[in-house]
């Protein structure tokens, strides 16, 4: 038998959509291939990387050389499947130290992360690339905020929302001046830059994408139908609260312009492994792009997954697909 991939499946994390990556990484361990893969979860919570046994024993991960002794038994990982929506997984924290480490990984690299985390530095990578784009004004913590110059500047609506944070937390759709301070504040208990940008109006596409050494994926599309008046945390995780059809109802005029566009935004960012890109796409089929999640949601309820599916891939082939590429450009180096 072949000796198998010494897997660490890193979740959990330190933002607030720690449960939800909790849920991806027990969804990914129960799909992968057990005759590949020794997958151990290691759940990462600020300094405590701990492994969690059968009987509920807890081990911590030597991060001095990324091992686990379990009952005198050690495991030398050697890879890493992040699954860490928000820090330190999402936003490069965690590819630094693996980097370091020589273990191979999962997602994008450490600069694609730092840049695609960061809402204003994706914006500044895609533009000029035919990328469509909201208007924007960025915050800094402690600026005077003058809501009124906003409001021209930008129109009503307007989104406020953190610079660096996912999952929609901090988010607020703002239909007066007056809700302005209130929006902003919330932002910034997430992150200490803010963007106020105009509203795009549309429907909303969900595009996941991978592109490998030799295939490019291009993933069915999801429109996202929010029962509240934007895609907030609760419309994304409480059954019932959106319709996400996949694949989405549109032309091939509409497909085929956010099948471009998804590919453009990827290349730009020099995103690897799995990503999902989101749109706005206008009366007119104009996308406008809303963001980039570099490690999508793989729960049971999460769009990447039923993307896959309705492909024809299972979520364990498609982290097959996952594992195999960046295994090979790791060997490349």
């Not at 991060?63 to 499947?81: H, I, P």
């Not at 994008?108 to 208007?135: E, H, P, Y």
């Not at 906003?150 to 129109?155: D, K, P």
Request: aromatic share 8%.
């Amino acid at each position: 038998m072949a000796t198998r991939l010494k897997v660490a499946l890193l979740a959990g994390g330190n933002s607030s959509e720690r449960e939800i990556a909790l849920q991806s990484a027990a969804q990914i361990a129960e799909a992968l291939d057990a005759t590949k893969y020794d997958v151990k979860v290691i759940d990462l919570h600020y300094r405590d990387w701990t492994y969690t046994s059968a009987e509920g024993k807890r081990y911590n991960l030597d991060k001095n050389d990324f091992s686990l002794t379990v009952e005198g038994e050690r495991t030398e990982f050697e890879y890493a499947l992040i699954i860490i929506h928000g820090t330190p997984g999402e936003d490069g924290k965690l590819q630094g130290y693996l980097d370091m480490m020589g273990i191979p990984y999962s997602s994008c690299s450490q600069v694609s992360s730092t840049i695609t985390f960061d809402k204003i530095s994706t914006k500044r990578a895609v533009a000029g690339r035919g990328i469509n784009l909201a208007r924007e004004v960025l915050l800094h913590r402690g600026d005077r905020v003058d809501a009124e110059a906003l409001v021209a500047e930008l129109g009503l609506p307007m989104f406020i929302k953190p610079n660096a944070s996912g999952s929609s937390f901090g988010v607020t759709r703002v239909t007066c001046a007056e809700q302005i301070a209130e929006a902003v504040a919330a932002a910034f208990a997430e992150s200490d830059e803010v963007l106020a940008e105009e509203c795009i109006t549309g429907r909303e596409m969900g595009c996941g994408i991978i592109i490998t050494k030799d295939r490019e994926y291009l993933f069915p599309i999801t429109e996202i139908v929010s029962k509240k008046a934007f895609f907030d945390y609760e419309a994304k995780y409480t059954e019932g609260m959106s319709d996400e059809i996949t694949p989405a109802p549109i032309s091939g005029e509409w497909r085929q312009r956010l099948n471009e566009a998804t590919r453009e935004v990827y290349r730009a960012c020099r995103c690897s492994g799995v990503v999902r890109i989101d749109f706005i796409v206008t009366e007119e089929g104009v996308p406008y792009m809303i963001e980039v999640n570099s490690i999508p949601g793989m729960s049971g309820g999460s769009i990447v997954p039923k993307q896959a599916r309705a492909m024809g891939i299972t979520l364990g082939e498609l982290f097959d697909i996952v594992i195999e590429d960046t295994l090979h450009k790791a060997a490349q180096r």
